[in-house]
């Protein structure tokens, strides 16, 4: 069973601060990794995508990979209220297989 | 360019009925994945489409089915519904072949009575 495992949470932090949120997955044949944010009631939203080992920023987000630990991570810089939401990790499976694996989410409360 | 769209967005129908669910992608997208979302389970793979092929299956009953049109539009259906197959249904498309970078729809909230 191909899994991928995030910490529930809830992650508090308080506004300005970073937000870290880490992902660990099994399949080691996994070349794709992407981090999605969902707000409550509301369908994911793509956020971040990262294929190679190391950093990649984007704005206030940085996407880390370490695919020897199979570990992924996110953090969010001069964190905000409204990043308040679940951030979820998702895995594309290596392969012809096509299919995303979800992680539970991680639910991330920034407090002003 | 407009988003995936899902209809309906809320549904109520009784056990044992069947339903049908209705997703447009992207325009030039041709991959289509179906996930269950429940407070319990997460976002669950139901199955992903491509070119009017489907190309994996998640670990669900037959009673859950889909297909691809040539338009790259999907449906889904569940036939002779259970309460436990109330959820929030989403569908997300992708521009790549290989699936990756899903932008998600609304979703269509089951309630199954």
């Known amino acids: 069973q191909k899994e991928v495992e995030q910490n529930s949470g809830p992650l508090s932090v308080p506004e300005g601060a970073i937000a870290s949120l880490n992902c660990t997955y099994s399949?080691?044949?996994?070349?794709?990794f992407f981090w999605y944010r969902q707000y409550s009631g509301k369908s994911p939203e793509l956020i971040m995508s990262i294929y190679s080992n190391g950093d990649k920023e984007d704005g206030r987000f940085t996407a880390q990979l370490n695919k020897a630990s199979q570990y992924v991570s996110l953090l969010i810089r001069d964190s905000q209220p409204s990043d308040s939401a679940t951030y979820l990790c998702a895995v594309l499976s290596g392969g012809s297989n096509y299919k995303l694996t979800f992680g539970k989410g991680t639910l991330l409360t920034v407090n002003p | 360019k407009a988003g995936v769209t899902q209809t309906p967005r809320y549904l109520i129908k009784t056990r044992g009925q069947q339903v049908t669910l209705s997703c447009s992608p992207i325009?030039?997208?041709?991959?289509v994945s179906w996930y269950q979302q429940t407070p319990g389970q997460g976002l669950q793979f139901l199955f992903e489409y491509f070119s009017e092929t489907q190309r994996n299956k998640g670990n669900f009953p037959g009673r859950f089915s889909g297909r691809q049109f040539s338009n790259s539009r999907s449906e889904m259906n569940v036939s002779t519904l259970e309460l436990g197959d109330s959820a929030l249904y989403l569908c997300?498309?992708?521009?790549?072949?290989?699936?990756?970078?899903?932008?998600f729809g609304p979703g269509t909230r089951l309630t199954v009575t």
């Open positions: 997300a498309s992708s521009w790549s072949g290989t699936g990756g970078e899903q932008y």
């Open positions: 399949d080691r044949g996994s070349q794709s």
């Open positions: 325009s030039g997208h041709r991959s």
